[in-house]
């Protein structure tokens, strides 16, 4: 079975440009989560996708959006980039239903901007 | 704001020992999770303790829960260098919403 595919890997945007990351879950998945991961703040949970639904969101600003596919892939945006916005982010998939069972981290996608 | 913290923030121990992490949060949970993260990768998931359950066992990890206590420890036994990563403990209320505690750093020297 293969695993979540994050693409890009690594990313170098400048501030006020915006960036658009794709993730997908394992096959059969319908919950897409997306969670940013910064020295400072650790790991904070960006919002769940199920079904092609936001069902749970964090709190972050409106420039972070997401969508989630028919297939189920997921994409995040963030506009108006800000030097804070650098981290890794992860994106994670579960069945979305069900019993709860563990998520299925992606290798994360590294934003640096600059 | 982080529901978990962990305990302590870094552990630096010899291969062969075993190493404790604990992990407290704030507010009720349906279940909690444990993650390892290798230096800035992707989570890898350990073991998932229901909050009907008080201890729980998977290879040479055995995670406790304490509800009253609004705790959580997990042990490796005999570790090994590769055990050396991050450790994170995860509360969940809904079904994929984690939220994580800024984790341990595990240093196992050979």
């Known amino acids: 079975k293969a695993g979540v595919t994050q693409t890009p890997r690594y990313l170098i945007k400048t501030r006020g440009q915006q960036v658009t990351l794709s993730c997908s879950p394992i096959s059969g998945h319908r919950s897409v989560s997306w969670y940013q991961q910064t020295p400072g703040q650790g790991l904070q949970f960006l919002f769940e996708y199920f079904s092609e639904t936001q069902r749970n969101k964090g709190n972050f600003p409106g420039r972070f959006s997401g969508r989630q596919f028919s297939n189920s892939r997921s994409e995040m945006n963030v506009s108006t980039l800000e030097l804070g916005d650098s981290a890794l982010y992860l994106c994670a998939s579960s069945p979305g239903q069900g019993a709860i069972t563990e998520a299925f981290f992606g290798q994360g996608t590294r934003l640096t901007v600059v | 704001s982080q529901q978990g913290e962990e305990d302590p923030q870094a552990l630096s121990i010899q291969e062969g020992e075993n190493a404790t992490m604990n992990c407290s949060y704030k507010t009720s949970i349906n279940n909690l999770q444990w993650y390892r993260q290798n230096s800035g990768r992707g989570l890898v998931h350990l073991i998932l303790i229901r909050s009907n359950e008080r201890e729980k066992h998977s290879g040479r990890l055995r995670v406790t829960l304490d509800t009253s206590k609004k705790s959580s420890s997990l042990l490796i036994t005999a570790s090994r260098a590769a055990d050396t990563a991050s450790y994170f403990c995860?509360?969940?209320?809904?079904?994929?919403?984690?939220?994580f505690g800024k984790g341990t750093m595990l240093l196992v020297s050979p």
């Open positions: 995860a509360t969940g209320r809904g079904y994929s919403t984690l939220t």
